[in-house]
């Protein structure tokens, strides 16, 4: 309970759904090379292998919150570290450890080449680069014709039981949900592939995809196929849908359902 003539607090909801509001727009366009690059049959991983690699969660959900916000040319936020901090939940948000916490966070996108950062009002001005990893300029994926996935901003806003999926889902889970958005429903994702698709283990994308599931965000059907040289005679491949509020998308394998 709040003392007496102390003044309201914004909660890490409240600066959440503030900062999404002013992007004007549902959803968040996330070129598929962030996810992969690289022609058909010869995909390569793209920078969100890094994010995984390093455990980097904190880093992917900032870099996320800005690509929301920064919804219009010259595509840029400007806000201070220490709400930057509280809308990710972190600790005492006005603290210098909650400052150099963000301060850090911005430095590994820099590094990625994801973001270009300058002082405003002793602020930092974080300027988008293309979501590829080269150092380009940022344009809209759209307008740019270049593919991209949709994250709905469903990811950080409340459903109806309260709940806010970008602070329930585990690392190996935002990974896969990013995956699975830029793929059609009923796709197939074979753990053995995931280390050159995707530069994710096995293991990392099969923990990813078994707690989408457990939260009820993936559903997965089992197509079986004859197989006269298997022991058993069968193979079965595990198709996986996504489930509202991301899914699904009514498109199979590029045909509408």
């Given at each position: 309970?709040r003392e007496p003539?102390q003044?309201p607090?914004a909660?890490?909801?409240?600066t959440?759904?503030?900062?999404?509001?002013?992007a004007g727009?549902?959803?968040?366009?996330?070129?598929?090379?962030?996810?992969?690059?690289?022609?058909?049959?010869?995909?390569?991983?793209?920078?969100?292998?890094?994010?995984?690699?390093n455990?980097?969660?904190r880093?992917?959900?900032?870099?996320l919150?800005?690509l929301g916000?920064a919804s219009?040319?010259?595509?840029?936020?400007?806000l201070?570290a220490a709400?930057?901090?509280r809308?990710?939940?972190v600790e005492l948000?006005?603290?210098a450890?909650?400052k150099s916490?963000?301060?850090?966070a911005?430095?590994?996108?820099?590094?990625?080449?994801?973001i270009r950062?300058?002082?405003?009002?002793?602020?930092a001005r974080v300027f988008l680069?293309n979501?590829?990893?080269?150092?380009?300029?940022?344009?809209?994926?759209?307008?740019a014709?270049?593919?991209?996935?949709k994250?709905?901003?469903?990811?950080w806003?409340?459903?109806p039981?309260?709940?806010?999926?970008y602070?329930?889902?585990?690392?190996?889970e935002?990974a896969?949900?990013l995956?699975a958005?830029?793929?059609?429903d009923?796709?197939r994702?074979?753990a053995?592939?995931?280390p050159?698709?995707?530069?994710?283990?096995a293991d990392?994308?099969?923990r990813g995809l078994?707690?989408?599931?457990?939260h009820g965000?993936?559903?997965?059907?089992?197509?079986y196929?004859?197989?006269?040289?298997s022991?058993v005679?069968y193979?079965?491949?595990h198709l996986?849908?996504?489930q509202?509020?991301?899914?699904?998308?009514g498109?199979?394998?590029?045909?509408r359902?």
């Open positions: 309970m003539n003044p607090v909660t890490v909801d409240e959440v759904d503030e900062i999404l509001s002013q727009r549902p959803e968040t366009p996330l070129r598929r090379t962030f996810l992969q690059q690289g022609p058909e049959g010869k995909r390569t991983p793209g920078p969100l292998k890094t994010f995984v690699v455990s980097d969660h880093g992917l959900l900032l870099y919150l800005v916000k219009s040319e010259p595509w840029d936020a400007t201070a709400v930057w901090a809308a990710l939940g948000p006005n603290s450890t909650a916490m963000i301060s850090k911005w430095k590994r996108l820099e590094d990625r080449r994801l950062r300058e002082r405003y009002r002793r602020r680069l979501e590829a990893g080269t150092g380009d300029p940022y344009t809209h994926p759209g307008q014709r270049d593919t991209y996935l994250l709905p901003h469903a990811f806003q409340a459903d039981d309260g709940d806010r999926w602070r329930v889902l585990a690392l190996p935002v896969m949900l995956i958005l830029s793929l059609n009923e796709f994702l074979p053995e592939d995931m050159d698709w995707y530069g994710i283990s990392t994308a099969s078994k707690g989408l599931i457990s965000l993936l559903e997965v059907r089992k197509h196929k004859t197989a006269p040289l022991p005679g193979t079965a491949d996986y849908t996504l509202p509020p991301f899914g699904p998308k498109q199979v394998q590029g045909r359902q």
